[in-house]
């Protein structure tokens, strides 16, 4: 983190974790933080401050109206709503957010955080001016392109292996007769990451750490490619070292194929059922009724 001088963990001490689920494009934070002073009694900006920005593909550059490249047109009204967080996108999450929204986007764009885009919970048991734990969980929707008409933005696409920019800072108050912050922690090497994605760090969309999930998983897919015919071709998405598949398609045939084509005789709700196994064990994965033909 970039700051003037060291801060000590009895004074603040946060904690991020950010996650993403394969299949939606959110992402997921857990922010945990201990503060000997937490500042959040005024309406305003004055308030502790868990500033994110997601540039998630990678556009860079200056994405706020005060960095326009353009330098005549960055006090221009216009600007705000053609350009102010349209690529990339800054969130100013209130820690904690009292009476107010529970985070500002700085750009032309309020409504990514709402739902369903956006939303937030936190817990904590301090008054303002108090000491405390708190525990905040929240996600967002990255956008490629964020207008300020909703009916016309592009939702980043999130992939796995996929790199996305991403920083943040942190602005700690400690006390509302104090013109401006205490302290500035960014985890980017630039403090202007807040207004220019090409200062954020890169992140990898990684799957999920092996020793969290099941040494073998059975899981599967299908598509139907001839109504008319009732012919399906079935796809093997099973997780771990599978030496070996059995399917029951649920019409009494079956088949040993990794990725079977089959054709049903007869019209039905079929209950199809793929049995994998591996030197780490067996499982199986069952569909009720999904593959239905007429």
């Known amino acids: 983190m970039n700051y003037k001088e060291p801060v000590a963990p009895s004074d603040l001490s946060v904690q991020v974790k950010v996650g993403w689920v394969k299949g939606m494009n959110h992402l997921y934070f857990l922010y945990e933080a201990q503060d000997d002073y937490w500042d959040f009694e005024k309406p305003d ?34 600007t705000h709503f053609l350009y102010h967080g349209v690529h990339a996108q800054n969130y100013h999450v209130f820690t904690p957010a009292q009476g ?7 750009g032309s764009q309020p409504w990514i955080k709402d739902l369903p885009y956006a939303n ?3 817990k904590f048991n301090f008054k303002p001016g108090e000491s405390g ?36 800072a942190i602005l700690d108050y400690d006390g509302v007769d104090k013109p401006g912050n205490d302290g500035f922690w960014s985890l980017s090497h630039k403090t202007t ?22 040494p073998v998983e059975a899981n599967w897919s299908f598509q139907v490619v001839s109504k008319s015919d009732r012919k399906v071709a079935f796809h093997d998405q099973s997780y771990g ?3 070996s598949w059995k399917w029951d398609f649920g019409d009494g045939e079956t088949s040993t ?24 064990g067996n499982d199986r994965r069952s569909k009720v009724w999904d593959v239905t033909l007429p």
């Open 45 to 78: 900006l004055h308030n502790d401050i868990f500033e994110l920005v997601v540039d998630a593909d990678l556009s860079g550059g200056p994405f706020i109206r005060q960095l326009h490249p353009i330098e005549k047109i960055r006090e221009e009204l216009e």
């Open 100 to 106: 107010k929204d529970w985070t500002m986007i700085w």
């Open 120 to 122: 937030a919970a936190s």
């Open 133 to 168: 734990k708190l525990t905040l969980e929240f996600y967002i929707t990255p956008f490629d392109f964020a207008p300020p008409e909703p009916l016309r933005a592009i939702v980043s696409k999130l992939e796995e292996g996929k790199n996305i920019g991403m920083s943040w």
């Open 193 to 214: 990451m807040y207004g220019n994605a090409s200062d954020l760090v890169s992140f990898r969309l990684m799957p999920m750490e092996a020793n969290l999930r099941k």
């Open 241 to 243: 070292r599978i030496t």
């Open 257 to 280: 194929e990794k990725n079977p084509i089959h054709t049903y005789n007869k019209a039905g709700e079929f209950v199809v059922i793929l049995y994998v196994e591996s030197p780490e």
